[in-house]
């Protein structure tokens, strides 16, 4: 009981650089756990890696006594000898004089060394022991890494943080797929974007923002590829040229975010996820729809002119990319205006297309932006045109009628970035609480 | 039409490094116009600074009548030579030969120039013209500073920044201030705190979690300090000894907010803000709330043991601490067990008090935190001590069952941290777009 946690070292550290013969203090969940009459071998885990531990009856009878008790995923506190070892894998153990046990873990539910073993849906049931596997959690590890590289990356490019309200008063983008919230005695929702609010954060004057936060999507559909909450990272600029200039910084952040992971865990997604490794591209190639729909065609994909693409249609034309231009990311540019939302700038000479792209990761759509229709009258109109009510916009169109400057943005979807790079076969692998129609819990 | 945004460059640049005599493009909102008869003075403002053009009729008529025309607030871009001028702020001037207005203003509905000539309620109304003065726009450079500031201590401490869902399936804390959503064809609701899910993050062997995201409270009080939405800034960390690990964090976390805002703000500040600077201290003293009943009773405070501090006795106690220990900060430890959630940590010598704490910056609770009980029986009974249904609970009580190491955290709230930072009167000012029992839009 003597234990002091504070002066506790990571197993890594102690694998690595400390120095054998010298006691060290240790904590962490028991891996596995192996009773010899008078040793007991446990395998302890925590987030830095595994070591063995060795009670041996002759060095301490108590913790010895303690430590044939224990169960799997039991959390302990051991304080001894550190030794080297043939036989224990990393070439040191400790000789444990002192062992506290914080919590017994009772039998596990799920088969936590195999995940394969467990359907993903029990998976998620049991979240928090899911995510004991070292693969599953170098999932987070990963998405953690690329949104810090994400933020430092707008930050260093002068971009302001913003932090903007999740409850909204009026459904963002129109449409369906919006939640709605009982706000004390009237109707509200749940922002699907933070679209109108980055847009005025860059009207307000910040000029350049971005936020990293929760989206809401009420999509009843059931895919691979969709979340009902999603953490989306959006930025928006302005006093753009055009949104060539959109997709440059869309570029950079997203290459920037895949750099960062690799830089950073590399030898661990080797081993868990080998497909994922790549080189990471310069540059992204741009071609616009028209091209796209060609290549296709000439592939036999049957598309029509002015469509959007679907699914299908994006995961062949990330095949076509990486064939013909040997890169795993595309822009798709300049959809046409009747698939996409009220705000977009259309083509000064075709106004059946628009200054808009999608970027895609193999051969999913990750990120979406384009340039923003700044002018008053021209907006008013749109908004007309795609039937919504300008009523509903009354504060937002507002915006454009005190000095609103050329600008744009984009929206990336984080773990749709995580769960094409480590090539995950479902999103809610890449998020740490899924919710989809059917799950809410955990 | 010539103008190339990508060659602007910011007007605190041309003031300070930029040649005489060079040409240089610029651009961002007319702060003032004046028209001489051949000549029209514009201040330009951008989000560095403000400074002076001069169009003159006998170098372009062409940008001379389109400046004659311009409104205030209007967006602008403009290429000319960089002079020097003792007349101008900033001392240097840019005489301007081509003139391009991105976007016109029509006359304000509020005085931009002085906030104390509007209304709280209709600076918000109209919240993108507020933020065009600097120093309401200080307060989010501020407020992204600190956040900032925060996640990089976290990250440099080992912290794994995670991203939990803010649809749940049960209330976190019990309570009737929750905000309920319609999912689907199920209730559900949103998140009051992060607090079950950052304690999963633990659990589940990422051992130092963080989060920084909004937070929901249907709280229908008007007050200066509440918001329905906020911006939570949470951590959680495992394989504590005690609170008092976590205090130190939540001390570091907070001291090296403000000393980055400071640090990178501090003469923008002083402008705006005098009362907000301070000597930021090194260390922030703890004192037992059963000491603070007993200074606020010699400071002629009534006050019950045992009863939680009403705002009022935290703003008299700040008072009393700052002249007493010379601290604008303090933490209150040992809150009664009857005032604090069900996951509170109890004395194991005085079960009546816990191993909980508050964080008073000048006067108000700016963060709230302590170790958590992590002992699955003894969780079950305070559950249902607390008058909660266990069977709400059933996936937060299993971890408790397989392996939870001690720990504990806290949660910071954002806006409070930059309202008593910078000395606001009311915390909307210190939100983007603030959200009470009223306010929806915009």
């Known amino acids: 009981m003597a234990i002091r946690l504070a002066e506790r070292r990571y197993i890594a550290e102690l694998l690595q650089n400390a120095k054998i013969g010298e006691k060290y203090v240790v904590a962490g969940w028991v891996d596995t756990i192996r009773v010899h009459g008078k040793l007991v071998f446990i395998v302890l885990r925590d987030r830095t890696g595994k070591m063995q531990l060795v009670v041996k009856k002759n060095v301490s009878e108590t913790a010895w006594r303690e430590a044939k008790k224990l ?9 001894g000898t550190l030794v080297e070892s043939k036989a224990a894998l990393g070439g040191r153990e400790i000789v444990v004089e002192e062992l506290v046990v914080y919590s017994r873990a009772e039998p596990l539910p799920i088969d936590i060394k195999d995940p394969s073993k467990t359907t993903l849906a029990k998976r998620l049931d049991w979240r928090f022991l899911d995510l004991r596997h ?19 990356f707008f930050h260093s490019n002068g971009f302001v943080e913003i932090y903007t309200s999740k ?6 983008e129109g449409g369906a797929e919006v939640f709605s919230i009982v706000y004390f005695d009237r109707p509200a929702f749940l922002a699907q974007s933070p679209q109108l609010y980055k847009q005025m954060g860059v009207i307000a004057g910040f000029e350049k923002v971005f936020e990293v936060g929760p989206a809401f999507r009420a999509e009843p559909h059931h895919t691979t590829r969709h979340l009902t909450e999603y953490t989306s990272v959006d930025f ?11 997709m440059k910084v869309a570029e950079n952040a997203v290459l920037s975010m895949i750099r960062s992971a690799l830089g950073r865990y590399k030898d661990r997604v080797q081993e868990y996820f080998s497909d994922a490794l790549m080189e990471v591209p310069r540059s992204i190639p741009r071609i616009t729809i028209r091209e796209a729909y060609k290549l296709l065609r ?11 693409l679907s699914s299908e249609a994006e995961r062949k034309l990330g095949e076509i990319v990486l064939k013909e231009y040997g890169s795993p990311l595309v822009f798709v540019t300049e959809y046409p205006w009747k698939v996409r939302p009220f705000y977009t700038m259309r083509k000064s000479d075709e106004p059946d297309w628009t200054y808009s792209f ?30 919504l009510n300008p009523k509903n916009f009354e504060w937002y169109l507002a915006m454009f009628r005190y000095g609103a400057p050329p600008h744009g943005g984009a929206g990336i979807g984080l773990e749709r970035v995580v769960m094409q790079f480590l090539g995950l076969g479902n999103i809610r692998e890449a998020r740490l609480l899924p919710r989809d129609p059917e799950r809410l819990v955990p």
Do not use: C, W
């Not at 409850?167 to 963002?172: F, Y």
């Not at 928006?236 to 959109?246: A, R």
């Not at 932006?369 to 007309?384: A, D, P």
């Open 236 to 246: 928006e600029m302005g006093f753009i040229d055009s949104y060539e200039d959109v």
């Open 298 to 308: 000439s592939a036999g994909v049957s598309i029509e002119e002015g469509e959007d």
């Open 358 to 387: 999608d970027l895609l990761f193999r051969g999913l759509e990750i990120a979406t932006g384009g340039q923003r229709e700044h002018r008053y009258e021209v907006l008013v109109n749109q908004l007309q045109e795609k039937g």
């Open 71 to 79: 169960s799997p995923e039991s959390v302990i506190g051991a304080r």
């Open 134 to 152: 070292p693969r599953n959690q170098l999932i987070f590890l990963v998405e953690a890494e690329m949104a810090r590289a994400a933020r430092e």
């Open 167 to 172: 409850i909204v008063g009026a459904a963002t």
